[in-house]
């Protein structure tokens, strides 16, 4: 039986990236985000400012979504939207503007949880990308949020390890800012990295019990290091910069494989996936792909577009929860907080 056309229209604004999709069953056909550069000057993300961007740029990036998918409004079978976790200004536009769209064309409206998203993006249709079956675990890695969830079904997920203060990308975006590198700096330490030396400075790891993870710690010790040695040599970052990026990322990278390699022992799952911004660095992705010849795992790490905050992987999120006839009512409101 021949499966039913079902476009998915998909808005995505948790943060800075204002991003619409197109997507006809699970494939994608169009995925357009358009980047605020603004927040570089500020060396973070200025919510207010995020969200007037926001503002300014979802009505050109859904047409341009429209148009490359070469779909019209009236040919949609659904909307999907990003309703949390994110910030709350910027969650409002893409919410507001999902609703009366889907009003407008009296079509189903279906709110999408962006952390599920970053995984359930790996069942997004692509050649020569393999989709993990049930039960994998999932660590999701970003600017906001570090977790492992163990992974059952596309809507039955369980979170059994997370940070217990910052997340993993703002670990290295704030380690880049204390080497005195432009936001965002964690792909600069990535860059970097690739050119020092990881073992030339030692960092501590935090003791964190079970599946938790902790960095505030780090950052600490980085920023008495730094402190420390340009105190007694001014040019010390600069000469050495490769060299503590390197072993900046090393440690970073050791501590989320000793809590991913300690869940798969404990659940017996040897399915890994990862998602998430943070899982497009170089020194995560190679250490899976040795955890997966040492370990007998198989890794899962979705194509780089579908790492950052796209409007695919709402769209990927969406088409599951369509064909569940798991719509929304014109009343659900934006998140700050969603948990998986």
Aim: with cysteine; aromatic share 8%; glycine share 8%.
């Amino acid at each position: 039986m021949k499966e039913q056309k079902t476009y998915i229209l998909a808005i995505e604004s948790s943060c800075d990236d204002t991003s619409a999709a197109v997507l006809l069953n699970g494939k994608v056909l169009s995925n357009v985000v358009a980047t605020q550069k603004i927040h570089e000057e500020y060396g973070g993300v200025v919510p207010e400012l995020a969200s007037r961007a926001h503002q300014q740029n979802i009505v050109p990036v859904v047409h341009m979504a429209l148009d490359k998918a070469n779909i019209g409004k009236k040919e949609l079978s659904a909307i999907a939207f990003t309703s949390g976790p994110g910030l709350l200004g910027s969650l409002l536009v893409g919410t507001s503007f999902a609703k009366s769209l889907a009003l407008g064309l009296n079509i189903p409206l279906i709110e999408v949880n962006h952390m599920q998203a970053h995984i359930l993006a790996h069942f997004i249709e692509e050649e020569n990308f393999d989709k993990p079956t049930f039960p994998f675990l999932a660590m999701t890695i970003s600017g906001g949020h570090t977790q492992i969830i163990r992974v059952d079904n596309y809507f039955d997920m369980t979170v059994i390890g997370e940070t217990i203060d910052d997340a993993v990308g703002e670990a290295f975006d704030k380690s880049a800012k204390i080497l005195g590198l432009p936001y965002p700096g964690g792909p600069l330490i990535d860059k970097y990295a690739g050119e020092g030396d990881p073992k030339a400075f030692r960092f501590p790891k935090p003791k964190v019990d079970g599946l938790n993870f902790s960095f505030s710690g780090l950052k600490t010790s980085i920023l008495y290091f730094t402190q420390k040695h340009t105190a007694e040599n001014s040019a010390f970052i600069e000469e050495n910069l490769r060299d503590i990026c390197a072993s900046i990322q090393y440690t970073i990278v050791n501590i989320l494989m000793d809590k991913l390699k300690k869940a798969s022992k404990e659940t017996g799952i040897r399915q890994i996936a990862i998602g998430g911004g943070v899982s497009a660095n170089s020194g995560i992705r190679n250490a899976l792909k040795e955890a997966e010849k040492k370990y007998g795992w198989k890794t899962f790490i979705p194509k780089f577009e579908y790492t950052t905050d796209n409007a695919a992987m709402i769209g990927i999120t969406g088409y599951l929860k369509y064909r569940e006839k798991d719509f929304s009512e014109q009343t659900v409101t934006a998140k700050a907080r969603f948990k998986v």
